[in-house]
Antibody
Framework: EVQLVESGGGLVQPGGSLRLSCAASGFSFSTYWMSWVRQAPGKGLECVANIGHDGSDKYYVDSVRGRFTISRDNAKNSLFLQMDSLRVDDTAVYYC???????????WGQGTLVTVSS | DVVLTQSPLSLPVTLGQPASISCSSSQSLVHSDGNTYLSWFQQRPGQSPRRLIYKVSNRDSGVPDRFSGSGSGTDFTLKISRVEAEDVGVYSCKQETHWPFTFGPGTKVDIK
């Protein structure tokens, strides 16, 4: 069974940092591009960052570039999102998901809530 | 960034009746490799998103055949042939041709 389990969310003050983790199982993690997608309360979905199979290719949406860092550890089937200089508008549920645009096999985690507030 | 516009944003439907959602892109979604990377997602209340359709018209594994996708270039459609109670939720299109990949605002489908 495919599973993606996010952790690391919580309440943080503006300017603070959090590191999100996503543990993958049930599929060949190292062969998939991976994504972090967020959803602010009552809002739509936003792709935050993508990372290639071996971690060498990384893409960020403009609003997080320079503040967030996506990484992965294929030996541990894990995906990470280091979030620094957090802002109130980063408040959202953060999902990890496989990024596979050309075939069946798109999987999502249950999400982890990040709240940035003073 | 590519802007995706959906219509309608709210869609009350009668059980057993068809439903259709449109997605329009601010620019062509034809990739340089010849593919069009437009997908559709369903998000049931309280759940994570689930992809239904990829590359315009390909159903993901396990997706009922009452869901179908069509379109080309900048205009796309998701159709549900006969709406069932479990189809209630928000439906969003997503383009994966141009980075940053972007989602439409979502169409809320509920039962009349």
């Amino acid at each position: 069974e495919v599973q993606l389990v996010e952790s690391g969310g919580g309440l943080v003050q503006p300017g603070g940092s959090l590191r999100l983790s996503c543990a993958a199982s049930g599929f060949s993690f190292s062969t998939y591009w991976m994504s972090w997608v967020r959803q602010a309360p009552g809002k739509g979905l936003e792709c935050v960052a993508n990372i290639g199979h071996d971690g060498s290719d990384k893409y960020y949406v403009d609003s997080v570039r320079g503040r967030f860092t996506i990484s992965r550890d294929n030996a541990k089937n894990s995906l990470f999102l280091q979030m620094d200089s957090l802002r109130v508008d980063d408040t959202a549920v953060y999902y990890c998901a496989t990024q596979l645009r050309s075939a069946s096999g798109n999987f999502w985690g249950q999400g982890t809530l990040v709240t940035v507030s003073s | 960034d590519v802007v995706l516009t959906q219509s309608p944003l709210s869609l009350p439907v009668t059980l057993g009746q068809p439903a259709s959602i449109s997605c329009s892109s601010s620019q062509s979604l034809v990739h340089s490799d010849g593919n069009t990377y437009l997908s559709w997602f369903q998000q049931r209340p309280g759940q994570s998103p689930r992809r239904l359709i990829y590359k315009v018209s390909n159903r993901d594994s396990g997706v009922p055949d009452r869901f179908s996708g069509s379109g080309s270039g900048t205009d796309f459609t998701l159709k549900i042939s006969r709406v069932e109670a479990e189809d209630v939720g928000v439906y969003s299109c997503k383009q994966e041709t141009h980075w940053p990949f972007t989602f439409g605002p979502g169409t809320k489908v509920d039962i009349k």
